[in-house]
T-cell receptor, first 115, second 114 residues
Framework: KNQVEQSPQSLIILEGKNCTLQ??????????LRWYKQDTGRGPVSLTI?????NTKSNGRYTATLDADTKQSSLHITASQLSDSASYIC??????????????FGQGTELSVKP | DVKVTQSSRYLVKRTGEKVFLECVQD?????MFWYRQDPGLGLRLIYF???????EKGDIPEGYSVSREKKERFSLILESASTNQTSMYLC?????????????FGDGTRLSIL
């Protein structure tokens, strides 16, 4: 069964600190993995996308890693800011012959950055 | 920038009512999607549409139907609303058939069924 599991469920950190969010998946055949950020009351917004051959990708203070062998991804946030408070959702696309793949969503990690 | 607009941010309806949720995108995307988002369950796909007048069931289509008469507009219909359909509903759109392109989401409609 295709599944995406994220940990931790929630996380509280102090402003300026770093943190790492985890995503484990069992999706086959794998197409790509994307991290979304969802602010409270808003829709998810894409942060990064990684394909099978990529193991690191950065977007400003966000760095995503992918280990396709162990089927794990992480999202590292450096020097956190209050605006990083949000839900972070890991989404894995299963390669389907038509229509660009089927998306399997994780349940999200709720990050709270405190001053 | 892609803009996906959902007609209502908050909606309160009564059990048994027929409810329409509207979504409009401005980027000429072929694919459009309706999800519901519940605490602890993440996003679940209700229906999607490859193009005008085309629709496919997602993972949880029971109690819902959709309409896509124009390319930019995708409507979700609750035929007879029930309390277990109280949820956050998210619409998304995407360019056809390119896996590397993200889905672009609206800001959601928080629907309460009383």
């Amino acid at each position: 069964k295709n599944q995406v599991e994220q940990s931790p469920q929630s996380l509280i950190i102090l402003e300026g600190k770093n943190c790492t969010l985890q995503c484990n998946y069992t999706v086959s055949p794998f197409s790509n993995l994307r991290w979304y950020k969802q602010d409270t009351g808003r829709g998810p917004v894409s942060l990064t996308i990684m394909t099978f051959s990529e193991n690191t990708k950065s977007n400003g203070r966000y760095t995503a890693t992918l280990d396709a062998d162990t089927k794990q991804s992480s999202l590292h946030i450096t020097a956190s800011q209050l605006s990083d408070s949000a839900s972070y959702i890991c989404v894995v696309s299963a390669a389907v012959h038509n229509q660009g793949g089927k998306l399997i969503f994780g349940q999200g990690t709720e990050l709270s950055v405190k001053p | 920038d892609v803009k996906v607009t959902q007609s209502s941010r908050y909606l309160v309806k009564r059990t048994g009512e027929k409810v329409f949720l509207e979504c409009v995108q401005d980027m000429d995307h072929e694919n459009m999607f309706w999800y519901r988002q519940d605490p602890g369950l993440g996003l679940r796909l209700i229906y999607f549409s490859y193009d005008v007048k085309m629709k496919e069931k997602g993972d949880i289509p029971e109690g819902y139907s959709v309409s896509r008469e124009k390319k930019e507009r995708f409507s979700l219909i609750l035929e007879s609303a029930s309390t277990n359909q109280t949820s956050m509903y998210l619409c998304a759109s995407r360019i056809q058939g390119i896996a590397s392109q993200p889905q672009h989401f609206g800001d959601g409609t928080r629907l309460s069924i009383l």
